[in-house]
């Protein structure tokens, strides 16, 4: 017989990350809305806090200082993780990662183990003004100089960017092979001469951390500043999305939705209208239904992608078919939130205005939906559905 059952540990895992979000986090979330950062006195003692519980950096392994977890089990955080804002699990729970596992010697203590301490914050740069969905047509480049890399170009949309200690960048060391050995990742500080945040970009939603245009002009890095293997920046990174698209993706649009779905729930059995709680209306009802059933089938399909990742299958195409439909399943839902909560759903009273905004940015980062969707089409075409 499989089965399907949480282990006791894991269980109480979540529970325990479920109590912190909850009793913890969400009462952060309207004060960092309203200021756009989060209050730096209030998230010392927080983040210590989860460090304490050994809830920071819970994607990385055991032996980095990280929570060591499967991919499965790493989903099921994940989901509780969701049930808060963006800007606050980045800052309480930590945003590592997971290429930096291949910092090696210097790079090590300089990189990896202060970011999985919380002492340092990360950024990833890869997108550019005429390179995005198409991320190996960038046009930054990276050339060597006796000892040194010179990089030049221009990064934007970079979440963190403006505050990052250090920044992953993606640059061209080889135009002719681009994606197939020509592309390289450099670790750039912060203060590095030619670095500069060149403009803050407001978004619609994810208030609370900054996303920045970036300006590299004969940017100078030591010859070691390679992440990873020089041309070998384009496979690292494809090979780390996966995990990043599953869990940051996928099952935190579960937990998001179902927080949302236990708002509506409580709506349609209190809210009277016309005499009688609104659940009782057909119309309400299958809101409530159809966000339920979408829930679960995304659940399961996240799960399932999970369990054969960690027995090491391929699963590219179901991390595709995961990534759209979870972000398309979160936007409806949240939709369908607002909607049941009538004028108080579309106010600034609830959250549901700001889950609605915040999850709207799920279906175009990390890969559209469009993208993922051809992906699988791709894939379905040429070896058909495995499931
Ligand atoms: C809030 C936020 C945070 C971000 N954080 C980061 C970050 O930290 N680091 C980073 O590097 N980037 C980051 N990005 C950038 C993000 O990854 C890109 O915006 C995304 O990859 C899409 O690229 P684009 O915006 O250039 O859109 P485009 O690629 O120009 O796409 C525009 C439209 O064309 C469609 N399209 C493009 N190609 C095809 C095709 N082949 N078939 C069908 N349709 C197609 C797209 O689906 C989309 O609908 C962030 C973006 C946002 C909004």
């Given at each position: 017989?499989?089965?399907?059952?949480?282990?006791?540990?894991?269980?109480?895992?979540?529970?325990?990350?479920?109590?912190?979000?909850?009793?913890?986090?969400?009462?952060?979330?309207?004060?960092?809305?309203?200021?756009?950062?989060?209050?730096?006195?209030?998230?010392?003692?927080?983040?210590?806090?989860?460090?304490?519980?050994?809830?920071?950096?819970?994607?990385?392994?055991?032996?980095?200082?990280?929570?060591?977890?499967?991919?499965?089990?790493?989903?099921?955080?994940?989901?509780?993780?969701?049930?808060?804002?963006?800007?606050?699990?980045?800052?309480?729970?930590?945003?590592?990662?997971?290429?930096?596992?291949?910092?090696?010697?210097?790079?090590?203590?300089?990189?990896?183990?202060?970011?999985?301490?919380?002492?340092?914050?990360?950024?990833?740069?890869?997108?550019?003004?005429?390179?995005?969905?198409?991320?190996?047509a960038i046009s930054t480049t990276a050339h060597l100089d006796g000892e040194e890399w010179v990089l030049n170009g221009t990064k934007h949309y970079i979440s963190d960017g403006d505050v990052a200690d250090y920044t992953i960048v993606m640059a061209v060391t080889d135009a002719e092979k681009r994606a197939r050995g020509g592309i390289t990742l450099f670790l750039v500080d912060r203060d590095t001469p030619g670095f500069t945040v060149a403009r803050k970009q407001p978004m619609m939603g994810h208030r609370g951390y900054g996303h920045a245009e970036l300006s590299f002009n004969e940017c100078r890095i030591p010859r070691d500043a390679v992440l990873g293997e020089v041309g070998g920046g384009f496979r690292l990174i494809m090979g780390s999305v996966s995990a990043i698209r599953l869990g940051h993706i996928g099952a935190r649009a579960v937990g998001m939705a179902t927080r949302v779905l236990e708002m509506m729930r409580v709506q349609a059995a209190e809210r009277r209208q016309f005499g009688q709680p609104i659940g009782e209306f057909q119309m309400v009802g299958q809101m409530i239904a159809d966000s339920a059933a979408e829930i679960f089938a995304t659940r399961m399909m996240v799960l399932n992608t999970a369990w054969e990742i960690d027995r090491g299958?391929?699963?590219?195409?179901?991390?595709?078919?995961?990534?759209?439909?979870?972000?398309?399943?979160?936007?409806?839902?949240?939709?369908?939130?607002?909607?049941?909560?009538?004028?108080?759903?579309?106010?600034?009273?609830?959250?549901?205005?700001?889950?609605?905004?915040?999850?709207?940015?799920?279906?175009?980062?990390?890969?559209?939906?469009?993208?993922?969707?051809?992906?699988?089409?791709?894939?379905?075409?040429?070896?058909?559905?495995?499931?």
């Open positions: 017989m499989i089965d399907f059952s949480v282990p006791e540990d894991i269980r109480l895992l979540t529970e325990t990350v479920r109590r912190f979000v909850t009793t913890e986090v969400q009462p952060l979330e309207a004060e960092v809305e309203s200021l756009g950062q989060v209050p730096e006195g209030k998230l010392r003692p927080l983040r210590a806090k989860a460090q304490e519980l050994g809830l920071f950096a819970m994607n990385m392994p055991a032996e980095v200082g990280g929570g060591g977890l499967s991919v499965v089990e790493m989903c099921l955080v994940e989901e509780e993780l969701g049930k808060t804002s963006d800007a606050l699990i980045r800052r309480v729970f930590g945003q590592v990662y997971p290429m930096l596992m291949v910092c090696r010697g210097e790079q090590r203590d300089r990189y990896l183990l202060p970011t999985v301490r919380g002492e340092k914050i990360c950024a990833m740069a890869i997108t550019e003004p005429g390179a995005g969905s198409d991320a190996a299958v391929d699963a590219r195409d179901k991390v595709s078919m995961v990534k759209f439909s979870a972000s398309e399943m979160l936007c409806r839902v949240a939709d369908r939130g607002i909607q049941i909560f009538g004028g108080a759903g579309y106010s600034k009273e609830l959250p549901l205005e700001r889950i609605y905004r915040d999850a709207r940015v799920t279906r175009i980062y990390d890969g559209t939906s469009e993208i993922h969707r051809m992906l699988v089409a791709r894939g379905v075409i040429k070896h058909g559905l495995s499931l």
